[in-house]
T-cell receptor, first 114, second 109 residues
C-alpha cells in the first residue's frame, strides 16, 4: 500500500537554482495538494488540484508553480529558489473536498536553500 | 493570520499522566479533524468530528467538537511514549481544510 509517494526526500539547492518535487498517489484520488510546513506556522497550502489538468492557488503560491498532467501525479516546481523557500514540503490527496474528506499525506521533502 | 490556534504549543509529560490539548478559532467550521505527525513523516488522520458537541473516542483518546463548532479538544488518558508526536487540528470551511499551528507532545517513559 504505497498511498502518497514523494521524491526526493531531501534536497539542498543554491539560491537561484530550480527544481521539481514529485508526488504520486495510487488511490485514484481526485484532489491533490501541496503544503509547506514551517516551525510555528503549521501547514500552509501552496497550490491544489481538483482534477487532472486543473490547478489552483492556495494561501502561499508565490514562487511556486504546479502541474497535474496525469491524475496520479502532482508536480511542484521552484523556478528560482530563495532561502525563504527552505521548508518541509508535503503532498496530500483526498477522494473528495467535503467536510468528511480525509487527507492522505506523503512523508515529505526537506528542502534547504543556501 | 492563523485561522486555528492550538495550545499548548509544547507539552512534556510523564508516562501515565492525562493531558488535554486545545484547538481554537473565531470561525465556524463544517467539520474538524485531528492528525498526528511523527518525526520525518506526514500527518496521519485520527478522527473527523462534524456535529457541534460531538464526542468521539479512539482507545485512550477523546475528541470533542465545541457546541458552536469553533473549537475542539483532544484528551489523552494515561499517556504512553507511543503517543509522542505533533498533533494538528484542521477545520473545514469553503471546500478546504485549514490547519492549526500544532501541539508537540513528548511522553517521557
Amino acid at each position: 500500500n504505497a498511498g502518497v509517494t514523494q521524491t526526493p526526500k531531501f534536497r539542498v539547492l543554491k539560491t537561484g537554482q530550480s527544481m521539481t518535487l514529485l508526488c504520486a498517489q495510487d488511490m485514484n484520488h481526485e484532489y491533490m495538494y501541496w503544503y509547506r510546513q514551517d516551525p510555528g506556522m503549521g501547514l500552509r497550502l501552496i497550490h491544489y488540484s481538483v482534477g487532472e489538468g486543473t490547478t489552483a492557488k492556495g494561501e502561499v503560491p508565490d514562487g511556486y508553480n504546479v502541474s497535474r498532467l496525469k491524475k496520479q501525479n502532482f508536480l511542484l516546481g521552484l523556478e528560482s529558489a530563495a532561502p525563504s523557500q527552505t521548508s518541509v514540503y508535503f503532498c496530500a490527496s483526498s477522494l473528495g473536498q467535503g467536510a468528511m474528506s480525509g487527507y492522505t499525506f506523503g512523508s515529505g521533502t526537506r528542502l534547504t536553500v543556501v | 493570520t492563523q485561522l486555528l490556534e492550538q495550545s499548548p504549543q509544547f507539552l512534556s509529560i510523564q508516562e501515565g499522566e492525562n493531558l488535554t490539548v486545545y484547538c481554537n478559532s473565531s470561525s465556524v467550521f463544517s467539520s474538524l479533524q485531528w492528525y498526528r505527525q511523527e518525526p520525518g513523516e506526514g500527518p496521519v488522520l485520527l478522527v473527523t468530528v462534524v456535529t457541534g458537541g460531538e464526542v468521539k473516542k479512539l482507545k485512550r483518546l477523546t475528541f470533542q467538537f465545541g457546541d458552536a463548532r469553533k473549537d475542539s479538544s483532544l484528551h489523552i488518558t494515561a499517556a504512553q511514549p507511543g503517543d509522542t508526536g505533533l498533533y494538528l487540528c484542521a477545520g473545514h470551511t469553503g471546500n478546504q481544510f485549514y490547519f492549526g499551528t500544532g501541539t508537540s507532545l513528548t511522553v517521557i517513559p
